[in-house]
């Protein structure tokens, strides 16, 4: 999604934006220059995640539990008990047998750790084989995020930039080498959101070339929305992984039932509400809601379909009559789950509140070990799970200009990005209330949504090259350069799509009020911007290269090591 140029320099010239035009712009760019740009960063951060993938050659963390239990899901088919020392016996015998009796009772759903099991197929039970597919996922997210940011902001740059902020946050980079599960939520969470934005404009040119053959009625066309059954999917598969990814189903179904209802009212159909009720709200609810809901049992299918698990107990002799034997024992072991999170609350050293992650109080500490020999008296090695404070701390500014942006200027941007971040943070505010136990990196699903606030922040900072003027300008106030109508790579895509019709914008009376073409000069404010942007984009790079070492399990002298720790709750 893109922003055309409808202010021409020869304003003469100018004419109103075709139904197309007005409801999803075309990129700007070929297909050669929308993929280059991209995936250059996607193979940095790629390179990032898996130079010394398999260092330290340990079991870090929660991968206790997760690489075990992948491993058992290859084996068995569900999560088996293991014996003591297993970690030790398979760091030192990837081969080693570490099985104990019976099933294991787990807190979350297989699909996570078959993704893990995938790399432990390939690559074996090593470090390496089980960070795999983590570091695979958290690459192919930077290159998922530049697309999705390209598409809202209408620029490859922005789009570039998103993608390098992802690959140079810490916390998605350490728990993007890791097998831990937050990564897979974040990683079908952005799937799930890319799928739904590319839907928007699929699903508005679809719109606009219906109205225009005139084959539509009071309420508007139907339209298919194929991408939603991808985005149905992945949101199911978030939730196969954890369940916090049921918040981001019901947020982004809400989200996408909005969507159709600007669509119909930007397009001049009499009646969207009815249109978007009728036509569009019943299927939303299957190809998202439902098809997630089937996504979701079928990564049960190895519990479902083996007999042995936890629960599950003898199966049919019939293999067609085992989903239906299994449902209602699934749905016990689903109420045990249940009662473990909710009485989770067992004290831990690293753990922090939702109010804590966005200023990073409180870290977690993946590894940590006092070396021998680093030149020193004394050394350290660690992975501190703490994203790159810059981008952290800037994000956390650039979320507060986003929300004004979404309630001032109605920018459908900004309401995704508002809604996708508070999906995965408020929500786990009732269980903090509960003292339920959590920690940082449960925030891993909300960076994407953190970085598109920051670059949805630098487009309307370093602004449009051209624009469009007119009552709604004036009667705001608002000088042409401050205006929110960019019409080139470099600036952020149209605000008010969903506001007006054709031709024209509210103004803030509520009247609809003609556009005037009329150029705007780049001028200083955009020299300014984008220095400004680019010296940001610097700053998170410094930042990330200073606390690398402390990410990655390098060894450094105890006092290089405390100069990153900048504050006691770091430790």
């Known amino acids: ?93 990837p081969h080693a047998n570490i099985w104990g009796q019976g099933p294991s009772f787990v807190a979350h759903p297989p699909f996570g750790k078959w993704m893990i099991a995938m790399g432990e197929w390939a690559f074996g039970a090593t470090p390496f084989g089980w960070r795999f597919v983590p570091a695979l996922v958290g690459t192919l997210s930077v290159l998922i995020l530049c697309r999705v940011a390209r598409r809202m902001t209408g620029s490859t ?55 225009e053959a005139g084959r539509t009625s009071v309420y508007g066309p139907f339209l298919a929305h194929g991408w939603r059954w991808g985005a149905g999917i ?18 982004f179904g809400l989200m996408a039932v909005l969507w159709d209802y600007g669509a119909r009212r930007a397009a001049g159909v009499r009646d969207p509400i009815a249109g978007t009720l009728l036509l569009d709200a019943g299927p939303a609810f299957v190809q998202i809601v439902v098809v997630a809901l089937v996504s979701y049992l079928a990564t049960w ?38 009662d473990f999170h909710n009485n989770l609350d067992a004290k831990h050293p690293y753990q922090s509140w939702p109010w804590d992650w966005p200023v990073l109080r409180r870290p977690v500490a993946f590894f940590y070990t006092e070396p021998k020999t680093c030149g020193a008296p004394r050394c350290s090695r660690e992975i501190l799970g703490i994203g790159t404070p810059a981008l952290w701390w800037g994000a956390l500014a650039a979320l507060v200009v986003v929300l004004f942006i979404w309630l ?13 971040f508070l999906a995965g943070w408020l929500t786990w505010f009732p269980s903090a209330f509960r003292d339920r136990t959590m920690f940082l990196f449960y925030a891993t699903p909300l960076i994407p949504f953190m970085v598109l606030a920051v670059v949805l922040v630098l487009g309307y900072l370093i602004g449009p090259a051209s624009g469009l003027v007119g009552a709604h300008a004036a009667a705001s106030g608002r000088p042409a350069e401050d205006g929110v109508r960019p019409a080139d790579e470099d600036g952020a895509r149209p ?53 690398y070492p402390i990410l990655a399990a390098e060894t450094l002298t105890y006092d290089d090591w405390h100069a990153r720790i900048w504050f006691k709750s770091w430790i």
């Not at 330290?56 to 008990?81: C, I, R």
């Not at 097998?179 to 699929?202: H, K, P, Q, T």
């Not at 001032?408 to 996708?420: E, F």
């Open 1 to 93: 999604m893109a922003t055309t140029d409808l202010a021409p320099a020869n304003a003469s010239r100018w004419r109103p934006p075709s139904p197309r035009e007005w409801l999803a712009p075309a990129v700007p760019g070929g297909v050669p220059a929308g993929w280059l740009g991209p995936l250059l960063v996607t193979l940095f951060a790629g390179f990032l995640r898996f130079y010394r993938l398999g260092q330290p050659k340990a079991v870090v963390f929660d991968e206790t539990y997760y690489a075990k239990d992948a491993l058992a899901l290859l084996k068995f088919g569900w999560e088996h008990n293991t014996i003591d020392n297993a970690d030790k016996l398979l760091i030192a015998d």
């Open 234 to 251: 992945c949101l199911g598969l978030a939730c196969a992984t954890k369940w916090t990814g049921v918040f981001y189903v019901a947020a």
């Open 408 to 420: 001032i200027l109605r920018d459908w941007r900004a309401g995704a990005i508002v809604l996708g």
């Open 157 to 211: 740059l922005l789009g570039c930039a998103a993608g390098l902020l992802l690959a140079l946050d810490g916390l998605e980079f350490v728990t993007s080498r890791a097998a831990l599960l937050d990564i897979f939520v974040m990683f079908w969470v952005l799937a799930g959101f890319a799928c739904l934005v590319n839907d928007r404009d699929r699903s508005r040119w679809n719109l606009a070339d219906k109205i």
């Open 495 to 547: 605000a008010y799509e969903d506001d007006a019709f054709p031709g024209e914008m509210h103004g803030p009376s509520g009247a609809r009020v003609a556009l005037v073409p009329a150029p705007v000069p780049p001028g200083v404010r955009r020299l300014v911007g984008a220095a400004a942007a680019g010296a940001f984009l610097l700053v998170v790079l410094a930042n990330f290269a200073y606390f």
């Open 301 to 338: 299918s190895g519990w479902i379909f083996k007999p042995g698990g936890w629960g599950r107990g003898h199966a049919s002799s019939h293999w067609w009559w085992r989903p239906f034997e299994a449902m209602p024992r699934l749905w016990d072991y689903h109420r045990q789950m249940l």
